[in-house]
């Protein structure tokens, strides 16, 4: 087969190249240069003669350059050794493109390319040719595969990415400081000419920045390019093909570059003089002016500190920095201005960068002073008082008009006004003082009782005379000395326990003495029963010397039948001076109290005390009591005064019938109804003798009596008899539940084979003996002492 080309006037070369696989082997042939086997035509096609002998399978290889014309295009020509130009043979083109991009003559074997060719959609196709006998459609050769390799042509533009780029750079950056690196990028064949090679040029935006030509490399070109000055720049970059010769394709973007700040400015002050007017009533601790200093930079770098570097100045005011509009805030510092002190301050204000960038200390510190004059403005103020609070004293009785003590203000203003001083009339201080307006003094209105209120807190005003509205107030304390004007009395509000078992020269009680007046060195007190009075026979006092005094039996044994209460009157001296006396009484309540206790109270006072009960509390407990019974009493006595019931119904009550379907729960359910229902009142009533006891026994029953009489023997009666009456009453009882009852008697039997052994009842004379001394065998013995001398007194009577 010979595969042949041919040179056309159109930019069209076509590179043949044989690869001859024999016995698994593969042999490339140049193109340019004939073989052995080949010959050259004269009209320049190269025609290849093989062996016929031979079995090969031929594999050829074309380049044919990217062409993009309408036109259909002639790529080659296939040629067997067997076509003799007869048109016997038949050529057959498949695989990819065939027929479609590439076709062929079937009698001449030329190849035509259709359609336009773009190496950047595909790069090569493989196809298939074939040689028929066009009589039987034998195969002449075997399919030799060939590869259509599409050249590459410079017909695609670099192109940056979507742009328009943004950059920054610091400004004052040294010549060479990268910006940003750009690339393009180009379709065509990097490996194939110089189609791909880019070169990199500046367009706009010199001779302040430059770029590489083969990196894209921004870089600044200029020195010290001031933020200040110009901020922002515009750079136009080409990229263009063909290693930037003429005739290659260029495309281009654009680059935004801003200079970022950094502090190359040092703050300034607009002008080295200031002055401020502040009043003298400005506030302490308030803003009374603003300073500030202009700073180029921006952010942090533009950030200033301020400070008074003055003592006068550093003194009296302070300086603060406003974050957001970075001035200086001056403020008082301490104390209030002074007109009549000082008119004038002098500030020296320095405003400092906090955030100062080494690279640029040769440009000077980045600091700026400036001085500020404070004139202080007069004006008129209300008066001051000497002090800031007083306290004053007065002794408690003292006549109305007694001098308590005085205030003093002044005007601080140069004129010195006069002050005219008054009390808030809000306060109730007014009721007991009173206050000249000229002088200041503080009087008394009335007599003051220290006991009553000790101490008095008032308010003083002062005005100046001129100018009413401008105020001062001052708090004003007045204690109240205490005089011996109080007589002491008994601190005791309780009676007094004796108890009955009482001897002579027992203690009853220890009493202390109280006095609403106050003694610097503590209270003293003497003791003594009234002088005028007769001698006391039941109970004497003694001085404890110690600011109390005991309370002593002088007679034994007292009874609280006999006599329940005792009146002791007693004397009390305080240590004051004058010395005063008071005579307070006691009550002393007699009362049976348990042996050796400690706590002396009548027995029915401990069970009150014991439930935690007054006197009030039980008077209304009984009230409350004594209004239910009446309640209730009048409640049944209308119901039986009323025939008619007392729910009033349109239906008759009794018409009306309940139905109950529970099952019941056997004899011993006696919660699922109510047993009381089932009892017959009217027998309930004629049954209200008890069942314990014998119906013969009743009559003997008497009331009870103080003393007991001897016993007497009833009739002997059959147990088994009383059982069985018992039983035969039950059974015919209406009234008990319908279910079988337990009824329980006890019989305690008659007589004792060794008798009574108490001798409260047996016969007898009152013995002579002394029973006393039964007091001292203990609380076991208490009862029956009090029955022996319930016994001695009525024989003594």
């Not at 790069?123 to 050769?141: C, F, G, P, S």
Request: glycine share 6%; with cysteine; net charge negative.
């Amino acid at each position: 087969m010979r595969i042949s080309a041919a040179s056309r006037l159109c930019p069209v070369l076509v590179c043949l190249c044989f690869v001859q696989r024999c016995c698994g082997g593969a042999h490339h042939v140049p193109t340019k240069v004939p073989s052995k086997n080949q010959t050259r035509l004269a009209n320049g096609e190269t025609e290849v003669h093989h062996r016929p002998k031979r079995g090969w399978i031929w594999n050829q290889f074309f380049v044919l350059e990217e062409h993009m014309g309408p036109d259909a295009q002639y790529v080659g020509k296939l040629h067997s050794n067997s076509d003799k130009g007869d048109g016997s043979v038949r050529y057959i083109l498949s695989g990819e493109g065939a027929g479609t991009i590439f076709i062929i003559d079937e009698v001449t074997g030329d190849i035509h390319a259709t359609k336009s060719l773009d190496r950047e959609r595909k790069t090569h196709y493989v196809l298939h040719a074939q040689a028929l006998d066009r009589n039987t459609e034998e195969a002449l050769e075997p399919k030799s595969e060939f590869i259509i390799k599409v050249q590459d042509i410079n017909d695609n533009a670099p192109k940056f990415p979507d742009g328009p780029f943004v950059a920054t750079v610091p400004e004052m950056s040294e010549v060479g400081t990268s910006v940003l690196q750009v690339t393009a990028t180009d379709a065509d064949d990097p490996t194939y000419g110089n189609s791909a090679r880019i070169v990199y040029s500046i367009l706009q935006g010199q001779p302040y920045f430059s770029v590489d030509p083969k990196t894209g490399i921004i870089r600044t070109a200029l020195s010290n390019m001031d933020r200040e000055a110009r901020e922002h720049y515009t750079v136009v970059i080409q990229a263009k093909d063909m290693a930037g010769q003429v005739g290659g394709l260029s495309g281009s973007t654009t680059i935004n570059i801003t200079l970022t700040d950094v502090n190359d400015n040092p703050p300034k002050f607009p002008q080295k003089n200031y002055q401020l007017y502040v009043p003298e009533s400005a506030q302490v601790g308030k803003p009374v002016g603003k300073i500030k200093a202009n700073d180029e930079d921006l952010g942090v770098n533009a950030d200033i500190k301020y400070s008074i570097i003055n003592s006068e100045g550093a003194n009296m005011f302070s300086i603060s920095t406003d974050r957001d509009t970075r001035e200086g805030i001056i403020s008082l510092k301490k104390q209030p201005l002074n007109y009549e002190r000082k008119k004038t301050y002098t500030l020296h204000i320095e405003g400092v960068n906090t955030h100062v960038d080494p690279r640029f200390s040769y440009l000077g510190s980045f600091k700026d002073t400036a001085t500020l004059k404070i004139t202080v403005g007069d004006v008129d103020e209300a008066p001051v008082f000497s002090m800031d609070y007083y306290i004053l004293d007065v002794y408690e009785n003292s006549p109305g008009g007694t001098e308590v003590g005085s205030v003093t203000a002044r005007d601080p203003d140069s004129r010195n006004s006069p002050v005219r001083y008054f009390m808030d009339s809000k306060e109730d201080g007014v009721r007991y003082f009173k206050i000249d307006d000229s002088s200041g003094v503080i009087r008394t209105t009335q007599p003051l009782d220290r006991e009553d209120m000790p101490w008095h807190n008032i308010t003083v005003m002062a005005s100046e005379v001129d100018n009413p509205t401008l105020l001062n107030h001052v708090p004003v304390t007045v204690q109240v000395l205490d005089v011996n004007d109080n007589p002491p009395e008994i601190s005791t509000e309780e009676d007094v326990i004796v108890c009955e078992s009482s001897r002579p020269g027992q203690l009853i009680q220890t009493v202390t003495a109280v006095d609403k007046d106050d003694f610097a060195n503590g209270q003293r007190f003497s003791f003594a029963l009234p002088s005028q009075l007769p001698v006391n026979p039941n109970f004497t006092l003694k001085d404890n010397e110690d600011s109390s005094a005991s309370i002593i039996a002088r007679r034994r044994r007292f009874n609280h039948l006999t006599q329940e209460l005792y009146e002791l009157p007693i004397v009390v001296w305080d240590g004051g001076e004058p010395s005063l006396s008071g005579t307070s009484t006691l009550t002393l309540r007699v009362c049976p109290c348990q042996r050796h206790g400690r706590i002396r109270m009548c027995q029915s006072e401990a069970f009150l005390s014991s439930a935690g009960l007054s006197t009030g509390a039980l008077i209304a407990i009984l009230l409350c009591i004594i209004i239910l019974l009446a309640i209730v009493v009048l409640f049944i006595t209308l119901r039986r005064s009323k025939k008619e019931p007392l729910i009033i119904s349109e239906e008759d009550i009794r018409e009306n019938v309940v139905t109950y379907d529970d099952e019941g729960g056997g004899e011993e359910d006696t919660e699922a109804f109510d047993i009381i229902a089932l009892r017959n009142p009217a027998a309930a009533e004629e049954l209200k003798f008890r069942r314990d006891i014998r119906p013969e026994a009743r009559k003997h029953c008497g009331p009870p009596r103080s003393r007991r009489s001897p016993s007497v023997e009833p009739d002997e009666v059959d147990v088994h008899e009383f059982i069985k009456q018992r039983l035969v009453e039950a059974d015919m009882d209406t009234s008990v539940p319908p279910y079988d009852s337990l009824q329980t008697y006890a019989y305690e039997g008659q007589g004792s084979p060794t008798g009574s052994i108490s001798p409260l009842d047996s016969p007898g004379t009152q013995s002579e003996q002394d029973y006393n001394y039964l007091d001292d065998w203990g609380p076991e013995f208490q009862k029956l002492a009090e029955l022996y001398g319930e016994v001695e007194s009525d024989v003594t009577t």
